[in-house]
């Protein structure tokens, strides 16, 4: 018996050790609902970074991820779906920063807590958000169109091409870029860009050309890479100069373009930091902790518990000691074919 009551004592011992330790974290889901594929960071980064890390932290939890492919009311099903399945902790990126105060009316029904991930749900309260400070990401990229037009700011117009009005943080962007360049450009013409497609945003620059012949065309402000890319596109197919260009999320096209000219700046966000602070709040959240969050966001429903990021302006002289240095991009996949010149004209290989 006292034998036997020793191993039972053992055992209990190495099971709280491993508790404590967080050894073995506890069973469950977590639902990571992510709006789109047409920006590639959401599946080349978000989700393997947060899937990777989860598994590090709760070995035993499960990441039930989907996809909503830029459509509100198949993320609404998708989020339903994952909590009639047992989500433990929702993750949520939304396609619609208003309809998905839906989604968290149906985890609140559920008593299942929401970080609201990279973009902010509106109006209806979640339990965290993180992000990048996302004004600061327009102050970012209307700095550099400053810096490159320089005196060429007085000598022409911009075309100014905005994300997703249905995304909150295309709405701070385009604040922290007013902010930075009204009144010191002007602006020949603007508009969104519906679930922020590139086909969108390059079908508008072509429409828009031709009604600004005898203007000049000195620069263009644009809210992500696939905008970027998008109007390059266009101006190139309209036989237009080279202009200096803005763009955000680091995208491997974009960086090219960076390198041979095209693209005058991009808008690094370390998604790898995002991803994993996402995952280890999931991580909390399954535990039944709640911790304290640095900072809090006005979200329209009341102050939320927030987690913000400082974005990082990238141009050709900073792409080696800044993605390149953080392994957001390799030397191989940046530098391949055509490119190879380039990369060792900016120091990368």
Not at 167 to 173: G, S
Not at 285 to 313: E, W
């Amino acid at each position: 018996m006292r034998l036997l009551l020793l191993v039972a004592l053992s055992l209990l011992a190495g099971c709280t050790q491993a508790l404590e330790t967080g050894d073995a974290g506890p069973s469950a889901r977590v639902a990571l609902l992510l709006p789109e594929r047409k920006a590639s960071r959401y599946e080349a980064g978000d989700q393997p970074y947060f899937a990777q890390k989860l598994s590090e932290l709760c070995p035993r939890c499960e990441v039930d991820y989907r996809n909503a492919e830029q459509d509100a009311a198949k993320q609404l099903q998708q989020a339903r779906d994952a909590l009639d399945q047992g989500a433990k902790v929702l993750v949520l990126t939304p396609v619609d920063s208003l309809a998905a105060g839906e989604i968290v009316a149906a985890a609140r029904a559920k008593s299942v807590p929401v970080i609201s991930y990279d973009r902010l749900v509106l109006r209806t309260p979640v339990d965290y958000y993180i992000s990048f400070d996302n004004a600061k990401v327009g102050a970012l990229q209307a700095a550099a169109l400053l810096q490159a037009l320089g005196a060429r700011a007085s000598a022409g117009e911009i075309l100014w091409i905005n994300g997703s009005p249905t995304d909150n943080n295309a709405t701070l962007f385009k604040q922290g870029a007013h902010a930075g360049l009204d009144g010191k450009v002007r602006v020949a013409a603007e508009s969104d860009t519906a679930e922020w497609n590139p086909d969108n945003a390059k079908a508008w620059t072509a429409r828009i050309l031709p009604t600004l012949r005898g203007r000049t065309i000195v620069g263009v402000y644009a809210a992500n890479d696939g905008t970027a890319g998008a109007a390059i596109a266009a101006m190139k197919a309209a036989g237009l100069p080279q202009v200096p260009v803005t763009g955000q999320d680091a995208e491997t096209a974009a960086l090219q373009r960076i390198l041979v000219g095209d693209q005058y700046m991009t808008v690094y966000k370390a998604i790898r930091t995002e991803a994993e602070r996402a995952a280890v709040l999931a991580d909390d959240l399954v535990r039944g902790k709640r911790p304290s969050a640095p900072a809090t966001v006005d979200n329209g429903a009341g102050r939320i518990p927030s987690i913000l990021l400082d974005p990082v302006t990238v141009t050709k002289d900073t792409i080696a000691s800044t993605v390149v240095k953080d392994g957001f991009v390799t030397p191989t996949a940046l530098c391949a074919g055509a490119y190879a010149d380039a990369c060792r004209a900016a120091g990368i290989v």
